[in-house]
């Protein structure tokens, strides 16, 4: 096989030999006239010899870096080379010692070739694209995007020298690309890892939580012991393994709310799902196909339509704040400290530890052609905001560096959970004025987003995306509040018993909120496709979200009045109740799964749905296990002894009355 592969190089190369000679005689024009350093002229000038004497480092090197491809004017601008390959090369000669590194360059348009960006049809749309959350600090065009090219040189040749060699190829023969290097994309064998002070604070946090897992681990074993062969009771089986992957496969015995389980699931698989296209299309071959083309498909408007299943989250959550609180609510100075504590005893040490853990640790597991890049954009830009994360202000922050921004969710959610007393503790004994308060704070959100609309001209869909639109609209917590007064309103209205509803009008108000989900999340083919009206875009920014959030919030009503049927049958389905107590953990996870995939693959695949699809049910096979391990780990023992705390409570307060 070996004899072959090099027959099929050299076959290559002689057919090639002439513009080899050329390169050759080059080559030592190079070393001449160039500021190269003297170790990277020799080995450079080694290499050009060695290839026409078909030497196999030689060839292997060759070999090693990218062909182009076909497509280029269609959009394809990523391609890899042989990474595997270059950083194992090692050539001894007599003098010195060759060794192999890989390169990712970033190809960008010469801004003094404008007539070929003019004969790019697919080209000139890239404005609207993504690009500065591809390469930061780039201009949001198309000299700005740039593609990859994976290159393999001698490792002796600086970042400055390949600057002047590719520099010096360009004005030579008049080449319409320019190749730009950065130290953090390219990588050869036992190349150092940089470490900053965050990755020292997480080595530190690795190593002492290292000490708290194994004692949790402890903890685990001895309960999990306990309850089944000592078959004991009591407070420490709060830890038994056992008892909690029962709770994960025992369905909840409130009936009434069991849709819920079928619409989180639901929501969480179209957020991952939307997450997954977008991150593949960063790394794929074609990415220009994702910019231009297969956003205007519907596999593509379902994808960026993931916000829609974001503001389902804002508006359960208001619902369950308040259809629980209501049930169960107790007298207001107790209930305060509850009220608070549950929410944090559940979020801070869950999600403190998996961002610790993602953005401090994760880029130890991620070794390939583009990780290097991803850990660029998505982690090392964490390093200022993680505390932000943590304590829950990532939201306010105005420049989003981090790429592990899924997690504003938590922040505005936990902002609004700390407002939730406000309108609920007095919502039972006046009713009519907590509920005009509500009205009145919903108008002024609304009001907030059309007006901030006008005053930022701002989008609405995913390719709207900037740092002002995140700031001002999508993280805002102000926008996405009307969704969640939505789901408190819809939380108070169960609590009255026995609802009756006319069986047409059901069905009716059931098929309205059906169609207008359905065309609220087709109506953004028309937002993309037309040209930009902040009228539109206004009106669509203040009332796309309250109407998709009033649509969910009226099927989860007559579901749990019992007039759902076959609608609530489905949602509240067994397979979905086990799997809705490990949303939060695959939300957490996913963003870091995703990226370890896509960081050690080794080709650039082409965009297209087959490959999404692909790439989505990996990371839901690899994100359910570690769901799982944090549900037993965290979130069950936790919510076991909130509720332990809870009758406990009760128990006291019995007594005391």
């Known amino acids: 096989m070996k004899t072959v592969l090099v027959f099929l190089l050299t076959v290559s190369l002689s057919q090639c030999k002439l513009p080899?000679?050329?390169?050759?005689?080059?080559?030592?024009?190079?070393?001449?006239?160039s500021n190269t350093s003297a170790n990277c002229a020799t080995d450079f000038s080694l290499l050009i010899s060695d290839l026409f004497e078909m030497k196999m480092w030689a060839l292997k090197m060759f070999d090693a870096t990218t062909k182009l491809d076909a497509g280029i004017l269609s959009g394809n601008v990523h391609f890899f080379g042989d990474y595997d390959l270059c950083v194992s090369i090692k050539e001894k000669t007599k003098t010195r010692t060759?060794?192999?590194?890989?390169?990712s360059a970033i190809i960008t348009l010469n801004t003094s070739f404008t007539e070929v960006h003019e004969q790019m049809p697919k080209l000139k749309n890239w404005e609207k694209s993504i690009s500065t959350m591809l390469l930061p600090g780039q201009s949001n065009d198309v000299q700005g995007l740039g593609g990859l090219i994976g290159i393999c040189v001698p490792k002796s040749c600086t970042l400055g020298d390949l600057e002047t060699l590719t520099g010096h190829v360009e004005s030579k023969f008049k080449i319409p690309i320019h190749l730009s290097f950065r130290e953090e994309l390219c990588v050869y064998k036992n190349k150092s890892i940089k470490i900053n002070k965050l990755d020292l604070l997480?080595?530190?946090?690795?190593?002492?939580?290292?000490?708290?897992?194994?004692?949790?681990?402890?903890?685990?074993?001895?309960?999990?012991?306990?309850?089944?062969?000592?078959?004991?009771?009591?407070?420490?089986?709060?830890?038994?393994?056992?008892?909690?992957?029962?709770?994960?496969?025992?369905?909840?015995?409130?009936?009434?709310?069991?849709?819920?389980?079928?619409?989180?699931?639901?929501?969480?698989?179209?957020?991952?799902?939307?997450?997954?296209?977008?991150?593949?299309?960063?790394t794929t071959?074609?990415?220009?196909?994702?910019?231009?083309?297969?956003?205007?498909?519907?596999?593509?408007?379902?994808?960026?339509?993931?916000?829609?299943?974001?503001?389902t989250f804002f508006m359960l959550s208001g619902l369950l704040v308040s259809y629980g609180y209501l049930k169960n609510s107790q007298n207001l100075s107790t209930s305060l400290i509850a009220f608070y504590f549950k929410r944090l005893s559940r979020l801070l040490p869950t999600m403190g530890i998996v961002v610790l853990i993602q953005i401090a640790l994760l880029k130890l597991f991620i070794n390939g052609p583009f990780g290097h890049l991803l850990v660029d954009l998505f982690i090392e830009k964490c390093y200022d905001n993680w505390p932000s994360m943590v304590?829950?202000?990532?939201?306010?922050?105005?420049?989003?560096?981090?790429?592990?921004?899924?997690?504003?969710?938590?922040?505005?959610?936990?902002?609004?959970?700390?407002?939730?007393?406000?309108?609920?503790?007095?919502?039972?004994?006046?009713?009519?004025?907590?509920?005009?308060?509500?009205?009145?704070?919903?108008?002024?959100?609304?009001?907030?987003?059309?007006?901030?609309?006008?005053?930022?001209?701002?989008?609405?869909?995913?390719?709207?995306?900037?740092?002002?639109?995140?700031?001002?609209?999508?993280?805002?917590?102000?926008?996405?509040l009307p969704s969640w007064l939505i789901g408190v309103?819809?939380?108070?209205?169960?609590?009255?018993?026995?609802?009756?509803?006319?069986?047409?009008?059901?069905?009716?108000?059931?098929?309205?909120?059906?169609?207008?989900?359905?065309l609220l999340i087709m109506n953004q083919l028309s937002l993309m496709e037309g040209e930009y009206n902040v009228y539109r875009f206004a009106v669509w920014n203040g009332l796309a979200r309250p109407a998709w959030s009033s649509a969910l919030a009226y099927i989860i009503f007559s579901c749990a009045t019992g007039h759902g049927g076959i609608?609530?049958?489905f949602l509240s389905h067994y397979v979905f109740s086990v799997l809705s107590k490990l949303t939060f953990g695959m939300y957490l996870v996913h963003i870091g799964m995703i990226l370890v995939m896509l960081g050690n693959s080794r080709q650039s695949l082409l965009f297209n749905n087959r490959q999404i699809?692909?790439?989505?049910?990996?990371?839901?096979?690899?994100?359910?296990?570690?769901?799982?391990?944090?549900?037993?780990?965290?979130?069950?023992?936790?919510?076991?002894?909130?509720?332990?705390?809870?009758?406990?409570?009760k128990v006291m307060a019995d007594k005391t009355n």
Request: aromatic share 18%; charged share 15%.
């Open 202 to 282: 997480g080595l530190h946090c690795f190593f002492y939580s290292s000490c708290i897992f194994i004692f949790i681990g402890v903890v685990l074993v001895a309960s999990t012991f306990y309850d089944v062969y000592l078959q004991g009771s009591g407070t420490f089986k709060i830890f038994s393994v056992y008892t909690n992957l029962k709770k994960a496969l025992h369905q909840a015995e409130n009936k009434k709310l069991n849709c819920l389980n079928g619409i989180k699931v639901i929501s969480c698989l179209w957020v991952i799902y939307g997450h997954t296209a977008i991150i593949v299309g960063i």
């Open 391 to 480: 304590f829950c202000t990532f939201n306010f922050m105005r420049d989003f560096k981090c790429g592990i921004n899924h997690l504003w969710y938590m922040s505005s959610d936990t902002q609004m959970y700390l407002l939730a007393p406000i309108f609920l503790f007095f919502i039972r004994k006046h009713p009519r004025k907590v509920i005009a308060g509500m009205v009145v704070t919903f108008l002024f959100a609304v009001g907030y987003s059309v007006a901030v609309t006008f005053m930022k001209n701002l989008g609405f869909t995913y390719y709207d995306w900037s740092n002002e639109f995140a700031y001002y609209l999508s993280f805002s917590t102000i926008h996405r």
């Open 98 to 103: 060759v060794e192999g590194k890989y390169c």
């Open 613 to 649: 699809l692909l790439y989505f049910g990996e990371l839901c096979a690899r994100s359910l296990p570690l769901a799982l391990l944090v549900y037993l780990t965290f979130e069950a023992p936790l919510s076991s002894v909130k509720d332990y705390m809870s009758k406990h409570q």
């Open 20 to 33: 080899l000679t050329f390169l050759k005689l080059q080559a030592t024009q190079f070393v001449k006239t």
């Open 489 to 518: 309103f819809c939380g108070y209205l169960l609590q009255f018993q026995n609802v009756k509803i006319l069986k047409k009008l059901n069905i009716f108000l059931l098929l309205v909120s059906f169609l207008s989900m359905i």
């Open 285 to 311: 071959k074609n990415l220009v196909y994702q910019l231009t083309e297969w956003r205007y498909w519907p596999s593509g408007i379902f994808a960026c339509s993931g916000h829609y299943a974001v503001d």
């Open 567 to 569: 609608i609530d049958s």
